[in-house]
């Protein structure tokens, strides 16, 4: 398809420096500060301490491979 | 107790913290987070002859988590009612001029954001899973992980009010060569 050829062109014509970035999503610096405000918030909730309940259904590991033997 | 199980048993033990953390990201409420938690864990527990030792721990857990947190969403719809609620919320503050955000500010448009979006950015962009890893959790293929993660982050963008010096720039500032082929 000539069109789609004529597109190709124009786009490898284009330095990638140069090409306009609004419509290709996020800026580099925004990415860099979204993934940064990520990992601050999952560090977050990542630190917290563990409930025992949890720790507790993992007892009952033992629990259940005592039952099988 | 078999060596296989302690090992499952311990490696489970080190990735809670990251699976409380995934699930927060998905449920916003830290009570659902945790009962949620919990029931991958229950689960877990009932299928762990179904884990081949060696393989992604990580990744089996963090796919039952999504498994349970979708089946529940789409018995409960209460996401509906959460999103609606969220959408009330404003952030207190404009970008600094440096460009850094508030932590609250950035929660509250994470918060706003559709599930499937908050779940690839708390994979890939938090919790350091590859693409791949992503993909297999998610059960899609890589190139969609990928766009999947762009549209996230350009909406994130959007609600935080970041990148608009450049979205405000005049059509003519742009190279014309661009638009006279539209």
């Known amino acids: 398809m000539a069109r789609k050829d004529e597109m190709e062109t124009l786009v490898s014509k284009t330095p990638p420096s140069e090409g306009p970035k609004a419509n290709k ?39 259940a491979e005592g039952k099988k033997q | 107790m078999s060596a296989a199980l302690a090992t499952f048993k311990a490696d489970l033990i080190e990735l809670l913290p990251s699976l409380r953390a995934f699930a ?27 884990f081949e030792p060696g393989t992604n721990l990580r990744a089996w857990l ?23 609620g969220k959408f009330a919320a ?6 600094e001029q440096d460009g850094s955000v508030d932590l609250e500010d950035f929660k509250v448009a994470f918060a706003q954001l559709a599930p499937d979006h908050r779940e690839v950015l708390t994979l890939v962009g938090a ?4 693409y791949e890893e992503a993909a297999n959790i998610c059960g ?6 990928k766009s999947r993660v762009n549209r996230a982050r350009k909406r994130l963008a959007d609600l935080l009010g970041l990148d ?19």
């Open chain 2, 164 to 182: 608009e010096e450049i979205d405000a720039l005049p059509v003519g500032g742009r190279n014309l060569e661009d638009t006279a082929n539209v």
């Open chain 2, 140 to 145: 899609c293929a890589v190139g969609t992980i």
């Open chain 1, 25 to 63: 999503g996020a800026s580099a610096a925004s990415k860099a500060l979204i993934t940064r405000n990520l990992r601050l918030a999952f560090g977050e909730v990542a630190s917290e301490p563990v409930p025992d309940r949890f720790l507790d259904i993992l007892g009952r590991i033992e629990d």
């Open chain 2, 24 to 50: 927060r990201s998905l449920a916003h409420n830290p009570a659902q987070a945790d009962d949620l938690v919990q029931d991958t864990l229950v689960k877990a527990l009932a299928n762990v002859d179904r």
């Open chain 2, 90 to 95: 404003r952030l207190s503050s404009r970008p």
């Open chain 2, 127 to 130: 919790s350091g899973c590859s």
């Open chain 2, 62 to 84: 963090f796919t039952i988590l999504r498994n349970h947190y979708y089946s529940q969403l789409r018995k409960s719809k209460r996401e509906v009612e959460d999103a609606d």
